[in-house]
């Protein structure tokens, strides 16, 4: 009998884990900021004691829901009040401006230097005499500004105008034909099974099929893959 309140608590904990992860926002890891990350912190383990609370399990679930609608009041007032999001999560810092390295900023982070050249390079800059600026973000993350001779170049900087993408909406996926994605394409399936009947491909045999918003068609048959050709053995 224990056994199965066990289930049907570890059932009820772990959905209202996900509508309450839903009301507050669901974020990447990286993405949280501190007072987030104690938060979901705290609800994870919080639903894991409801788990196995047999006695009492409202008082868990009280505690969830009182976690979450804090956090979801703050979130609310941070969207309002810049001296409150600042409070909560901080606010950018510059560890290097101009080219200059601003030790203070770095003792202030919790960064040692060795961490931020590790970053830079991750970032693709092996060297740190082709910055301008670095910051550290409020979510932990380092962002970087390189010397306006050593970014990417840009269509605009090479005066180019390039044309305008398109989005690819998948018609075909392993065979079966997206009715609604069709729809939104402008095309129905005997415009589909035309162009196929015109490529003389079967629909079994699609992998994958494509239409962008100006009608053109893309096709991937699902061919076999010899094993012979696979040059990562």
Same mark, same amino acid.
């Given at each position: ?6 289930? =049907?608590?570890?059932? %009820? ?23 987030? +990350?104690?938060?979901? *912190?705290? *609800?994870?383990?919080?639903? $894991?004691?409801? $788990?196995?609370?047999?006695? #009492?399990?409202?008082?868990?679930? =009280?505690?969830?829901?009182? +976690? ?16 409150? /999001? /600042? ?5 950018? =810092?510059?560890?290097?401006? #101009?080219?200059?390295?601003? !030790? ?5 982070? /919790? ?13 693709? +800059? +092996? #060297? ?6 670095? *910051? ?10 390189p010397l306006a001779d050593k970014r990417p ?12 993408? @398109?989005?690819? *909406? #998948? =018609? %075909?996926?392993?065979?079966?034909v997206s009715k609604r994605n069709l729809k ?8 589909? !099974?035309?162009?196929?009947? /015109?490529?003389? %491909? ?15 068609? @893309? ?15």
């Amino acid at each position: 009998m224990k056994l199965l309140q066990i289930a =049907v608590t570890s059932l %009820v904990s772990l959905l209202v884990l996900l509508i309450l992860t839903k009301l507050v926002g669901n974020r990447q890891l990286s993405e949280l900021n501190m007072f987030d +990350y104690i938060v979901s *912190i705290t *609800i994870g383990s919080i639903a $894991a004691e409801m $788990a196995t609370e047999l006695e #009492n399990p409202e008082r868990p679930l =009280v505690a969830m829901v009182i +976690y979450a609608l804090v956090s979801i009041i703050f979130s609310f007032a941070t969207s309002k009040s810049l001296t409150i /999001r /600042r409070l909560l999560f901080g606010q950018p =810092v510059f560890l290097m401006k #101009n080219g200059k390295l601003f !030790r203070d900023n770095f003792q202030k982070s /919790r960064l040692d230097l060795g961490e931020f050249l590790m970053q830079c390079r991750l970032a693709g +800059y +092996y #060297n740190i005499a082709d910055l301008d600026s670095s *910051i550290m973000e409020p979510n932990g993350k380092i962002s970087f500004l390189p010397l306006a001779d050593k970014r990417p170049a840009t269509p605009e900087d090479m005066q180019l105008k390039p044309q305008k993408d @398109h989005v690819f *909406i #998948n =018609v %075909v996926l392993d065979g079966e034909v997206s009715k609604r994605n069709l729809k939104t394409a402008g095309w129905d399936e005997t415009a589909l !099974r035309d162009r196929l009947k /015109r490529e003389k %491909v079967s629909l079994q045999d699609v992998f994958l099929a494509t239409l962008d918003t100006d009608g053109e068609f @893309h096709l991937f048959k699902a061919d076999e893959f010899q094993k012979d050709q696979n040059f990562f053995d």
